[in-house]
Nanobody, 124 residues
Framework: QVQLVESGGGLVQAGGSLRLSCAASGRTFTGYVMGWFRQAPGKEREFVAAKTWSGASTYYADSVKGRFTVSRDNAKNTVYLQMNSLRPEDTAVYYC?????????????????WGQGTQVTVSS
């Protein structure tokens, strides 16, 4: 059974930092793009960041560029999202997802596997 399990969410003040982790189990994700998405209350899910399996390509949404960093440890089957300079508008449920692709897609419909999400709340 393939599982993606996120952790590391929580409540933080504006300007603070959090590090999300996504541990994959049930298979290896060789050749998969690992991505992060988020969904705020009343809003559609949006792409945040993603990295290819090789690590050669990384892509960020404009809203998080320069503040968030995505990384992955393929040996541990884990992907991370380091979030700095957090803002109240970053408040959302954050999901990790896996896409069997060599290029990064920002459309969540291409992603095959999803985690259950972790809540991030940024207070002003």
């Amino acid at each position: 059974q393939v599982q993606l399990v996120e952790s590391g969410g929580g409540l933080v003040q504006a300007g603070g930092s959090l590090r999300l982790s996504c541990a994959a189990s049930g298979r290896t994700f060789t050749g998969y793009v690992m991505g992060w998405f988020r969904q705020a209350p009343g809003k559609e899910r949006e792409f945040v960041a993603a990295k290819t399996w090789s690590g050669a390509s990384t892509y960020y949404a404009d809203s998080v560029k320069g503040r968030f960093t995505v990384s992955r440890d393929n040996a541990k089957n884990t992907v991370y999202l380091q979030m700095n300079s957090l803002r109240p508008e970053d408040t959302a449920v954050y999901y990790c997802a896996a896409d069997r692709s060599t290029v990064i897609n920002t459309d969540g419909r291409t992603y095959e596997y999803w985690g259950q999400g972790t809540q991030v709340t940024v207070s002003s």
